[in-house]
């Protein structure tokens, strides 16, 4: 991940980032504009229907797939999660929440059509009126938490999300409930980085979870749960989506261990079963 200078309130933020997730190609993120092929600004996706339907062949190349219902199904997590992860990363960490709105957001497509990269055009950013950095140029600064909570759902939902949510609904016809699905399941999976990187135990992010989604906009409410698994002395966070994400119409997708379209038994039992294993290599790799 690429990071300014340790000068602005929002360094931080930006540089430990890529440290809440464990997968290796996290996404890379950095501020300013960029000029280089291949990026787009997010605002063209809400009012450029040409814009909107290059992303989507160009992603459904790498994909493999030319229908326009499953590259937009296929787009969402890449899309949303950095964005949602960012977002609710700053506000637990940092009590600083950066600008996610469209009007923000730049994103960079690679030569074969992956989404590779997120920029943010400016740093501005909201933090409670008690924060030092509250007095800066950049800063929005609000009373409490509950309302640094609203300013981030307004900057991702309201300028962000939901018009882009109804533009991919008209061009392609993917249903509303699986994009707010996969909204409230990056907030889930952003709480179960925090909670790997130490910042809550368990118990915390299961709190964090519930409250953070009741002040999220009603269409997020109820599409996501986050529970532990127990595996020897290990405890770790699994989630179930209760909108399935689509991806399994691909010939060469299946269902996602936490789909919804598998019941709660079967998917329990597979998550176990990762997570033991999980567990199993860690213990033979501390033996060897």
């Given at each position: 991940?690429?990071?300014?200078?340790?000068?602005?309130?929002?360094?931080?933020?930006?540089?430990?980032?890529?440290?809440?997730?464990?997968?290796?190609?996290?996404?890379?993120?950095?501020?300013?504009?960029?000029?280089?092929?291949?990026?787009?600004?997010?605002?063209?996706?809400?009012?450029?229907?040409?814009?909107?339907?290059?992303?989507?062949?160009?992603?459904?190349?790498?994909?493999?797939?030319?229908?326009?219902?499953?590259?937009?199904?296929?787009?969402?997590?890449?899309?949303?999660?950095?964005?949602?992860?960012?977002?609710?990363?700053?506000?637990?960490?940092?009590?600083?929440?950066?600008?996610?709105?469209?009007?923000?957001?730049?994103?960079?497509?690679?030569?074969?059509?992956?989404?590779?990269?997120?920029?943010?055009?400016?740093?501005?950013?909201?933090?409670?009126?008690?924060?030092?950095?509250?007095?800066?140029?950049?800063?929005?600064?609000?009373?409490?938490?509950?309302?640094?909570?609203?300013?981030?759902?307004?900057?991702?939902?309201?300028?962000?999300?939901?018009?882009?949510?109804?533009?991919?609904?008209?061009?392609?016809?993917?249903?509303?409930?699986?994009?707010?699905?996969?909204?409230?399941?990056?907030?889930?999976?952003?709480?179960?980085?925090?909670?790997?990187?130490?910042?809550?135990?368990?118990?915390?992010a299961i709190t964090a979870k519930t409250a953070l989604l009741e002040l999220a906009p009603p269409p997020m409410h109820d599409r996501?749960?986050?529970?532990?698994?127990?595996?020897?002395?290990?405890?770790?966070?699994?989630?179930?989506?209760?909108?399935?994400?689509?991806?399994?119409?691909?010939?060469?997708?299946?269902?996602?261990?936490?789909?919804?379209?598998?019941?709660?038994?079967?998917?329990?039992?597979?998550?176990?079963?990762?997570?033991?294993?999980?567990?199993?290599?860690?213990?033979?790799?501390?033996?060897t």
């Amino acid at each position: 991940m690429t990071c300014t200078e340790i000068t602005h309130p929002l360094d931080k933020v930006i540089a430990q980032f890529a440290g809440l997730n464990r997968v290796p190609a996290d996404l890379p993120a950095s501020f300013g504009p960029h000029d280089e092929s291949g990026w787009y600004l997010a605002r063209d996706l809400l009012t450029d229907e040409k814009i909107l339907g290059e992303v989507l062949k160009s992603f459904g190349a790498f994909m493999k797939t030319d229908s326009p219902f499953l590259q937009a199904a296929l787009l969402m997590h890449p899309y949303t999660n950095p964005v949602v992860s960012i977002a609710v990363h700053g506000l637990y960490a940092e009590g600083r929440v950066l600008d996610v709105s469209a009007e923000n957001l730049a994103f960079r497509l690679d030569d074969a059509g992956d989404v590779a990269e997120h920029a943010f055009r400016s740093q501005r950013f909201a933090a409670l009126s008690s924060d030092s950095a509250a007095s800066h140029p950049d800063a929005t600064p609000v009373a409490d938490i509950e309302s640094l909570i609203t300013w981030m759902f307004d900057r991702m939902v309201e300028h962000h999300m939901r018009p882009f949510f109804s533009r991919v609904r008209a061009k392609t016809k993917l249903g509303l409930n699986v994009m707010w699905a996969a909204l409230a399941g990056g907030c889930a999976e952003a709480l179960m980085g925090l909670q790997r990187a130490g910042y809550f135990t368990i118990e915390e992010a299961i709190t964090a979870k519930t409250a953070l989604l009741e002040l999220a906009p009603p269409p997020m409410h109820d599409r996501v749960s986050i529970y532990p698994l127990q595996s020897g002395n290990r405890r770790a966070l699994f989630m179930r989506l209760e909108v399935c994400c689509q991806k399994y119409l691909h010939p060469d997708m299946g269902k996602c261990g936490y789909c919804a379209l598998r019941p709660v038994p079967e998917q329990l039992d597979l998550q176990q079963f990762f997570f033991d294993r999980q567990v199993a290599e860690l213990d033979s790799e501390k033996r060897t």
